[in-house]
């Protein structure tokens, strides 16, 4: 069972931010927050992960609260590109290799 | 850097064949992950290979099996394939230490007729 929530749909308009919340209340203390998206019919793209503190890199930014309760993914200018289905997954790096994949959030860019 | 590649693309068997789905992971990799993506459903964790061997499995019957060569190459087999067995296969890889990410490849599609 994913132990993550996040919103089913969210609109963005193109070259705006788009800020993906998830929450992940249970999250155990050597658990990793982790964003993928998904492009139709392609495989899942890793986008960042974190522990605790914000994390950044040339596609998105990772924003954590301080409790670790819920995250959330920016994506500073959004493209039409950026559409897509965007998950948030915990997991600790002794949990059997296995990502576990809600139903995430599907993003629409619009023009 | 060349990414994790799947051969085939798309495979069409029918029932009660066989079928082998093929991954190549990133190079440097040791960790190889397979999920499938039914329709209308989400990534099921399959199986995890490492150095060669079975680290772990989802909940799949036991005809759902694979292996992983000394390259870290890793194959697939799907016996007496069933009509819910179609699906996008994913395969996936990582370094072997702590918190590194998984990296996927696009997948194959296997239709079962």
């Known amino acids: 069972d994913a132990k993550t929530t996040q919103p089913t749909s969210m609109d963005c308009a193109e070259g705006r931010a788009a800020n993906l919340p998830c929450n992940h209340s249970?999250?155990?203390?050597?658990?990793?927050v982790y964003w993928y998206r998904q492009i139709h019919s392609q495989g899942p793209q890793y986008i960042i992960h974190?522990?605790?503190n914000n994390e950044t890199n040339e596609m998105a930014s990772l924003i954590i609260t301080e409790d670790r309760k819920s995250s959330t993914l920016i994506l500073p200018h959004a493209t039409l590109r950026d559409t897509a289905v965007y998950y948030c997954i915990v997991r600790a790096y002794n949990q059997g290799g296995k990502l576990i994949f809600g139903q995430g959030t599907e993003l629409s860019v619009k023009p | 850097e060349a990414g994790v590649t799947q051969s085939p693309t798309h495979l069409i068997k029918t029932r009660g064949q066989q079928a082998t789905l093929r991954c190549s992971p990133i190079?440097?990799?040791?960790?190889v992950y397979w999920y499938q993506q039914a329709l209308g459903l989400g990534l099921q964790f399959l199986l995890w290979?490492?150095?060669?061997?079975?680290?772990n499995r989802g909940n799949f019957p036991p005809r759902f099996s694979g292996r992983q060569f000394p390259n870290y190459s890793s194959e697939l087999n799907v016996n007496a394939l069933e009509l819910e067995d179609s699906a996008l296969y994913l395969c996936a890889s990582s370094l072997r230490t702590g918190s590194q990410p998984q990296h996927f490849g696009d997948g194959t599609r296997l239709s079962i007729l």
């Open positions: 974190g522990l605790k």
């Open positions: 190079s440097g990799h040791t960790s």
């Open positions: 249970t999250i155990s203390g050597n658990e990793y």
């Open positions: 290979y490492d150095e060669g061997e079975e680290r």
